[in-house]
């Protein structure tokens, strides 16, 4: 006869004993450096060839990784990058040793045993380890993240709450539309301009914070050049703005996001 869980209980998961550095040990004990990292051109491993392991692939390819994958099977999407020549493909299981001059891994299979193992080894080859959905084996987890061009926001529960993480991601995504990516282009075009005048500090500093407190980036939402321009001229600067190069208003109010912990 079958065992079921009673109202409201749910039984514990188990998870093969496998021998983990003590650092594992607690969730809670854990803190984490938020810091962005540059992979282009850097060689990054994706254990797995699922639609997990397809979607860390593919945001490794899209930041300019040099990307490899093991498992011994393949979603379609991972085949046709494979076959496009956008990554390395081992068609075979992971072994101890595979990790070996990776800057980082991804582990997404769904054997736990596998995971503990990599996780061991990325300890000792000293290789930046994600396996999804378990963040006591991570070195690092991915946040939830919203891009408004080269305007992103990153936000983590520390592994806590995936969904959370997602949550505050989308109150932000509502605030923050479109129209920010192209004030970031206008804004970081004119601290080019002002690279090289004869401005202290502090009074760079008084520029950008009195623009990016003003009515700019409402000038931006409507597209007004004019207005714009006027909000420059306030603050002492000028920049001939032209929000059609500035990008178009593609980026739709739902967020180009990743989920995240």
Same mark, same amino acid.
């Given at each position: 006869?079958?065992?079921?869980?009673?109202?409201?209980?749910?039984?514990?998961?188990?998870?093969?004993?496998?021998?983990?550095?003590?650092?594992?040990?607690?969730?809670? %004990?854990?803190?984490?450096?938020?810091?962005?990292?540059?992979?282009? $051109?850097?060689?990054?491993?994706?254990?797995?060839?699922?639609?997990?392991?397809?979607?860390?692939? %593919?945001?490794?390819?899209?930041?300019?990784?040099?990307?490899?994958?093991?498992?011994?099977?393949?979603?379609?999407?991972?085949?046709?990058?494979?076959?496009? $020549?956008?990554?390395?493909?081992?068609?075979?299981?992971?072994?101890?040793?595979?990790?070996?001059?990776?800057?980082?891994?991804?582990?997404?299979?769904?054997?736990?045993?596998?995971?503990?193992?990599?996780?061991?080894?990325?300890?000792? %080859?000293?290789?930046?380890?994600?396996?999804?959905?378990?963040?006591?084996?991570?070195?690092?987890?991915?946040?939830?993240?919203?891009?408004?061009?080269?305007?992103?926001?990153?936000?983590?529960?520390?592994?806590?709450?995936?969904?959370?993480?997602?949550? *505050?991601?989308?109150?932000?995504?509502?605030? *923050? $539309?479109?129209?920010?990516?192209?004030?970031?282009?206008?804004?970081?075009?004119?601290?080019?301009?002002?690279?090289?005048?004869?401005?202290?500090?502090?009074?760079?500093?008084?520029?950008?914070?009195?623009? *990016?407190?003003?009515?700019?980036?409402?000038?931006?939402?409507?597209?007004? &050049?004019?207005? *714009? &321009?006027?909000?420059?001229?306030?603050? $002492?600067?000028?920049?001939?703005?032209?929000?059609?190069?500035?990008?178009?208003?593609?980026?739709?109010?739902?967020?180009? %996001?990743?989920?995240?912990?």
């Amino acid at each position: 006869m079958g065992y079921s869980d009673p109202p409201g209980v749910i039984s514990a998961i188990l998870i093969p004993e496998f021998p983990l550095p003590v650092r594992y040990a607690s969730i809670a %004990a854990m803190r984490y450096y938020p810091m962005f990292l540059r992979v282009e $051109g850097r060689p990054c491993l994706v254990v797995g060839g699922g639609e997990i392991a397809e979607r860390k692939a %593919a945001t490794l390819l899209d930041t300019g990784a040099r990307v490899t994958v093991i498992s011994p099977r393949l979603t379609a999407g991972l085949a046709q990058r494979v076959a496009a $020549g956008e990554l390395v493909y081992l068609p075979r299981p992971y072994r101890s040793g595979d990790l070996s001059g990776f800057l980082l891994a991804f582990a997404a299979t769904d054997d736990e045993a596998v995971h503990a193992q990599i996780a061991c080894d990325a300890e000792a %080859a000293g290789v930046l380890l994600n396996v999804v959905d378990r963040p006591q084996l991570c070195t690092f987890i991915v946040p939830s993240v919203l891009t408004r061009g080269d305007l992103v926001v990153a936000v983590s529960t520390g592994g806590g709450s995936p969904a959370l993480a997602r949550h *505050v991601r989308q109150r932000i995504a509502d605030t *923050v $539309g479109p129209e920010y990516e192209r004030a970031l282009v206008v804004l970081a075009r004119l601290r080019e301009r002002l690279r090289d005048a004869p401005l202290s500090a502090e009074e760079r500093r008084q520029i950008f914070s009195g623009l *990016v407190e003003s009515e700019l980036i409402e000038c931006v939402r409507e597209q007004d &050049d004019a207005a *714009v &321009d006027r909000v420059l001229a306030r603050h $002492g600067v000028a920049l001939a703005v032209n929000l059609s190069e500035a990008g178009e208003a593609t980026c739709p109010r739902r967020p180009a %996001a990743r989920g995240g912990t």
